[in-house]
Each structure stands twice: as C-alpha cells, then as structure tokens.
C-alpha cells in the first residue's frame, strides 16, 4: 500500500498513470483499489481547494506514504454540520478505510452550503466496523465513523464539492477501478477453468470471450475520459467533461454485471462458497458498482447526448 500511495501522489503523475494504478491494482483486490481512489480523489480536492499551506503540506505527508480519504455519505439520523468554528457533529456512513487512513475529508451540510473539511481520521475510537454488514468489499475496512466534537480544517468554500470537471469529471476514476475488477474477474474465472482442464471449451469461450473483447474496448474510452477531464478542455468544458467520465462509469458498470452473470455460469456453484477467491472478488465488484445516483447520471448523459442539440458524433472525438 505505502508504494502504491507514494507513486499516485506525486505531482508528475498524469491521469493516464494514475488511471492504469487503479486499474491494475482493483484487478489484484477491488478493496485496494477503492481505497487508492478515494486518496488520489482526497489529494485532487486538497489541491484545488485547499489554502496554500496546506496544499504544501498533505500532499507531501500522502507522498510520504500517509493515506487519505472522502467520507461523503451520511448516517441518514445523524448528518453531519459544522460550526463556524469548524467544529463537527453526526456520523459518515460507507467510510472506507477506517484504522488505515490517516486523514480524510468529510462533507458538511447540504445543497449550496454543503462544505468539506479535513480531519484527523485515526482514533479508532470514532471507528464502528461492525456497521459494515456487506457481502464484498470487506477488506476496505468499511463502516461508520463519529465526527461528534471533531475540529475540522475547511477545504476551500461552500460549493466547491459539486464543481466540475473535479466531481462527476472525476468519475473515470471509478470506471478504471471498475474495469481493474472485471479483469481480475475474468483472471479468477480462467485460472479456475484450467485447473479442471476446460479453458478450451467453447461453451465458456463464447460466455467469457464477449466480455474480455469489451473490456479491451473499454479502457481507451477510459483514458480519454481521464485525459480530457485531467486537462486544459476539461476546465474549458466542464460538463462534457462530467458526460464522458460518468459514461465510462455506466458503461463499466454494465459490463460488470454482464461478467458477473458469465463467470457464474462457467465457474458454477463452487464460487458460491465463502473462501472461494473467484467468489469473493465477484461480490466484491457487485458491491463496489452499487454506489448512488446511476439513474442521474444516466438521464444526465442521455440529455447531453440526445437533447443538447448537438449532434452525436461530434462526442465522437478528442476536440469536444
């Protein structure tokens, strides 16, 4: 974990590299990956938004090998506001890495005067694991966290969150966990084929053959996503930048689906038991893609792909 964090931090790394570590680390273990994500999103929000000071100091802490986070879900009963003194109250939900992050950024209210502050993450008296009651991703040290009397460090103004290209333009991040998943997917499900002997059976070929030829197709999808909304045209054009990146997600996230329901029907029943490793990482995709608001972001492409007036193929190209 501590190289991987030091090789996203650095401020050299592009968007592709940084893309192909959460790729390739989600394809060893999803619960990797989503933790690299949400430090490389922690990282991007500090370096925007955050005063100057401290923009010098986190990143170079993260380089070091600490690991951040964004804990953005609330406990429905119990949101989480903030004084004007920076002081917090209620509790996260979904909070990944809890005993592994050192720092996180946490949101604060709702709408226009939603808010993110940066706290101290580590006391694991904050820390409720057992809230974590999921089939997949348990090893991303999941649960729920109590900022009750946390002083908080204020990341940029009210607002900021939601800006684009750094909100849904971030997303291409979660499509390369994503497509890192399906890869180490498909990896579990042909290593357990040629240990029966029946990688060569074309009734599996022809289930598992559709999926590798789209995650192939996907990645530069993906890349492009990634560069379009990391560059000069995604501050230029930030909604299309949202648009391609939560593309990516959705078309990654139906392909996960498709690779789940194919490697189920070629493994068969014995990735069903608890220890089976093709069966874990299946439930641990299944439960990384269920992340909210999939609808919206579908009716948002749908409405920039077919009713902005602009016509399709010109989303087709580098020169949006």
Known sequence: MRGLTETISGDGIGSEALARALRDAAERDLSLGRLLEG??????????????????????DAASGGLLGVWGADVPARPVSATPEGRLSGSKRFASGLGVLDKAIVTAGRGPALQLFLVDA????????????????QASCSGTFDCDGLAAEPIGGPGVYTVEPFFVGGTWRIAAVTLGGIVG???????ALRERGQQDAEAHLMRLAPISVRAVAAWPAILRAARFASGPDGHAAPEEAAVLSVSCR????????????????SVGLSMFTTDDPTGRHARDLACYMRQATRDAFLLRAGRAYLGSGKPLREWLDDDL
């Not at 430090?39 to 100091?57: C, E, F, T, W």
């Not at 997917?185 to 290593?191: D, G, K, N, P, Y």
């Not at 078309?251 to 490697?263: K, N, S």
Request: proline residues 5%; glycine residues 4%; aromatic residues 4%.
């Open 250 to 265: 959705l078309l990654t996230e139906e392909l996960g689906q498709d690779a789940i329901a194919a490697v189920e029907r």
């Open 122 to 137: 580590s006391d694991p008296a904050r820390h409720d694991h057992d809230s974590w009651d999921m089939a997949g991703m």
């Open 185 to 191: 997917l498909i990896e579990h499900a042909s290593r």
């Open 39 to 60: 430090h490389a999103n922690a990282l991007q929000l500090i370096r925007h938004y955050a005063d100057p000071q401290l923009v010098s100091q986190r990143p170079g």
